[in-house]
Each structure stands twice: as C-alpha cells, then as structure tokens.
C-alpha cells in the first residue's frame, strides 16, 4: 500500500473509533438496554399507531423524525401528524400540500412555529412530495389558553365551529394520572389547578385527530412534545381508551451527561428512548 493510502487508512481509523467513542446519541428500550437502530424499524414497522416524543428545540430528535419517516414510509401507508399545527390550520396546511399555495402562503395563513423551517418544515415537504395526510392535531392554542384560567367550563362559550377544532366535549379527565399531578405540584397546588386541565384538553383533541385520520393498514407517526406522551400517559391514555384494539408505540427524547447509560428516572418513559448528549445545540 502507498504511503499516503496508508496514512489515509489509518486516519480514517483513528475517526471512525473516536466517532464510536463520542456518539452524539444512544437508542434504548424502555427498561434501559441499548438498542440498534433497525431492529427499532422493524419493532415499529408493525405498528398503528407511533408517538415520537420530542424536545422541541432538539436537532437528534428532528432528525431521527425524518429518518423515521423516510423508513416507514418503504413498507406501509404512512399517515404524519403533530402537535406543532392546530386544527383550525388544517384547511392551510391541506391547501400547501396539494399544490394550491406555496411556503410563503402557508407562513401567512397558518401560525408556524419560530422553528418551523428548520425542524418542521422537512416533514410536510416529505408528506408533500409523497402525497401523504399530514393531520393538524392540536386545539387551538387559544382556547386551551381558556381552559388554564377558568377550566373546562370556559369551553361552554364557543361556537360550534370552534368546538369543530377540538375533542368533543365533555371529555375524560383522570386528575389522579401521574403526569397532571406532577404538573399541578410544579405550579404549587391549588394555583395552577386548571393547568393539568389545559394539558388534558390538548391530550384529548391529539388524541381525538389522531384517530380521526387513521386509517387500517396504515401507520400514523404522530410528533409531539415528551411530555404529552412520556410514561404511555397523556395521548397514549386518550388513544388506548378510544380504541384499545390498536397498536401503538411511543418513543421519548431525554437528555444526559452521560450518555452510554440510560438513568434510571428516564426509564420506562417510552417503549424507545432517544437519549442525546446534553451539549448538544439546540435549534433555538
């Protein structure tokens, strides 16, 4: 071998083992062993129903998003869906996946997140591009904002049309669930009662689109913050209520110092846990 192709080798080497050394990710199971990447393919591949658990100014999650959704789609009809669009955005949404209006359009008519051209914006050009549904999911942002301040009964109030973009009402509530306690202790109790409420109507009416366009024999890939799915709560407790003949799957973001060992407080959160170094930047 030449000299130089040697060198050339061995650096190569020497980049790959370092790489190895310094993953910017590890995949886990939920009772924390390590997993590889495709056998969570083929795991998730069987799959009705996926939710992917983000950290949303995460760039590993957005681009494990994409990779997933570029690999799902090879085998099964697939259906894309997220909390970053509220439903009274679907006819917005619609009209830029099929052509009508162009990205500037979308930005006008619908509320886009800040980081939308960056971490969302790959998704709903894939869906476009593929002629995929792409499901708004989320009740408007303001009426949840409603719920937080005065409960379920501030929902009274609205039209009909306005109740169009959410879970039909009256829906369940299980105050007791482990993840609206948790958040009613953050806020200091009796203060932020209603909080948990504002969170469950969100869970409800993701939940609620979610099954709305789900069709058998497809896979809907669902995107939405950790927390509305961590621990097989929030959607997941709608979803399995409103049809528990479904299989579902969840994946969790989680951030750690130490990466090549799953905490034991991040395990259990979801069947897969994406674990991202936590230097890594963020998008925002």
Same mark, same amino acid.
């Given at each position: 071998?030449?000299?130089?192709?040697?060198?050339?080798?061995?650096?190569?080497?020497?980049?790959?083992?370092?790489?190895?050394?310094?993953?910017?990710?590890?995949?886990? /199971?939920?009772?924390?062993?390590?997993?590889?990447?495709?056998?969570?393919?083929?795991?998730?591949?069987?799959? %009705?129903?996926?939710?992917?658990?983000?950290?949303?100014?995460?760039?590993?999650?957005?681009?494990?998003?994409?990779?997933?959704?570029?690999?799902?789609?090879?085998?099964?009809?697939?259906?894309?869906?997220?909390?970053?669009?509220?439903?009274? /955005?679907?006819?917005?949404?619609?009209?830029?996946?099929?052509?009508?209006?162009?990205?500037?359009?979308? %930005?006008?008519?619908?509320?886009?997140?800040? /980081? *939308?051209?960056?971490?969302?914006?790959?998704?709903?050009?894939?869906?476009?591009? /593929?002629?995929?549904?792409?499901?708004?999911?989320?009740?408007?942002?303001?009426?949840?904002?409603?719920?937080?301040?005065?409960?379920?009964?501030?929902?009274?109030?609205?039209?009909?049309?306005?109740?169009?973009?959410?879970?039909?009402?009256?829906?369940?509530?299980?105050?007791?669930?482990?993840?609206?306690?948790?958040?009613?202790?953050?806020?200091?109790?009796?203060?932020?009662?209603?909080?948990?409420?504002?969170?469950?109507?969100?869970?409800?009416?993701?939940? *609620?689109?979610?099954?709305?366009? *789900?069709?058998?024999?497809?896979?809907?890939?669902?995107?939405?913050?950790?927390?509305?799915? %961590?621990?097989?709560?929030?959607?997941?407790? $709608?979803?399995?209520?409103?049809?528990?003949?479904?299989?579902?799957?969840?994946?969790?973001?989680?951030?750690?110092?130490?990466?090549?060992?799953?905490?034991?407080?991040?395990?259990?959160?979801?069947?897969?846990?994406?674990?991202?170094?936590?230097?890594?930047?963020?998008? $925002?």
């Amino acid at each position: 071998m030449k000299p130089f192709l040697l060198f050339f080798s061995i650096l190569l080497s020497l980049s790959i083992g370092f790489a190895q050394q310094k993953p910017a990710y590890v995949l886990y /199971n939920g009772k924390g062993k390590k997993m590889g990447y495709k056998k969570m393919i083929r795991i998730l591949k069987g799959k %009705d129903i996926i939710l992917f658990g983000e950290y949303h100014n995460n760039p590993i999650s957005h681009w494990m998003q994409l990779e997933l959704t570029m690999a799902l789609h090879q085998d099964r009809n697939l259906i894309l869906g997220a909390e970053m669009f509220e439903q009274d /955005n679907q006819q917005a949404l619609d009209l830029y996946l099929s052509g009508k209006i162009s990205g500037k359009g979308l %930005d006008s008519m619908a509320r886009l997140w800040k /980081n *939308y051209p960056t971490d969302y914006a790959p998704l709903v050009n894939f869906a476009k591009e /593929n002629h995929l549904v792409f499901a708004a999911t989320n009740i408007p942002r303001k009426f949840a904002a409603l719920v937080a301040r005065g409960g379920f009964e501030a929902l009274d109030t609205l039209s009909t049309k306005e109740k169009s973009w959410m879970a039909p009402l009256p829906i369940a509530y299980d105050p007791e669930l482990p993840g609206y306690k948790k958040m009613l202790e953050m806020m200091g109790g009796h203060s932020g009662a209603n909080l948990p409420k504002a969170q469950a109507i969100k869970d409800a009416t993701m939940a *609620y689109f979610i099954l709305r366009n *789900y069709t058998a024999g497809s896979t809907f890939l669902h995107f939405n913050g950790s927390y509305h799915s %961590d621990n097989h709560e929030g959607i997941g407790w $709608y979803l399995r209520k409103a049809r528990p003949d479904l299989q579902y799957a969840t994946i969790s973001t989680v951030s750690q110092k130490n990466i090549l060992k799953l905490e034991s407080e991040n395990k259990g959160k979801a069947d897969f846990i994406l674990c991202v170094d936590e230097n890594m930047t963020t998008t $925002y």
